[in-house]
């Protein structure tokens, strides 16, 4: 399809283990954002990527979450030794550019992967 | 620290009514703010834009107005539908922020019944 990509759409696992979230982005994208929302919230930054680079990941919570996108396109975002507090739904958007003030600013929100950490 | 908020956390109104949604911020200038309509399940869907140089921006039944003095914005439906019902978020990016940073708040659930 066009749109964002996001797997799994849901994901549950036993607290300690590490989870990995792909995100495919809308072709010709450069701009890649990864969002978390927990229940009854708004989504929460997490990291912006430019290209290959992240040029913010102020809002990733401790070194137990990374993210990569070595080519430019598709992400993953790491999560280790997971808590029951990361629970959530991790959304990932991308944009044309992340130059916003050029254009309409609009993200394209993917549908979310649920994570679960029992 | 930065703020935005939406105070309603639901709004319930008759079709054909117009819905009014509200998002505020303290302690920072956005350079503009954007609302979104959430479904369950779904991500978020982007709807309008105003920048902080606009007064008000309109798309269809839709209008949001942006007012710096109150630093508020409003968002509007007009002939409301049932089909309009959903969560409907603000976001805002300040200005010198990291240009795709965006902070949201926590979203208006707006029901529609006909």
């Known amino acids: 399809g066009a749109g964002v990509s996001q797997t799994p759409s849901n994901k549950v696992t036993e607290k300690g283990k590490y989870v990995e979230l792909r995100c495919d982005p809308i072709?010709?994208?450069?701009?890649l954002y990864w969002y978390r929302q927990s229940l009854g919230q708004g989504p929460e930054f997490l990291i912006y990527?430019?290209?290959?680079?992240?040029?913010?990941d102020s809002g990733l919570p401790n070194d137990r979450f990374f993210a990569v996108r070595p080519e430019g396109s598709v992400s993953t975002l790491k999560i280790q030794r997971t808590e029951r507090g990361d629970s959530a739904v991790y959304l990932c958007?991308?944009?044309?550019?992340?130059?916003?003030?050029?254009?309409?600013?609009?993200?394209?929100f993917g549908e979310g992967s649920r994570l679960t950490v029992l | 620290s930065q703020k935005i908020e939406q105070n309603s956390e639901a709004l319930n109104i008759q079709e054909g009514k117009t819905a009014t949604l509200t998002c505020n911020y303290t302690?920072?200038?956005?350079?503009?703010l954007q609302w979104y309509r959430q479904d369950p399940g779904r991500g978020p869907v982007f709807l309008l834009l105003?920048?902080?140089?606009?007064k008000e921006k309109r798309k269809e039944r839709l209008k949001v107005t942006f007012d710096t003095t109150l630093k508020q914005s409003l968002f509007h439906i007009t002939a409301s539908q049932p089909a309009d019902s959903a969560t409907y978020l603000c976001?805002?990016?300040?200005?010198?922020?990291?240009?795709?940073?965006?902070?949201f708040g926590r979203g208006t659930q707006l029901t529609v019944w006909p």
């Open positions: 958007a991308s944009s044309f550019s992340g130059l916003a003030d050029l254009n309409t600013g609009e993200l394209f």
């Open positions: 072709s010709g994208h450069t701009a």
């Open positions: 990527f430019q290209g290959t680079g992240a040029a913010d």
């Open positions: 302690n920072y200038s956005p350079a503009y």
């Open positions: 105003i920048r902080e140089n606009e």
């Open positions: 976001a805002s990016r300040a200005r010198g922020s990291t240009l795709g940073r965006l902070y």
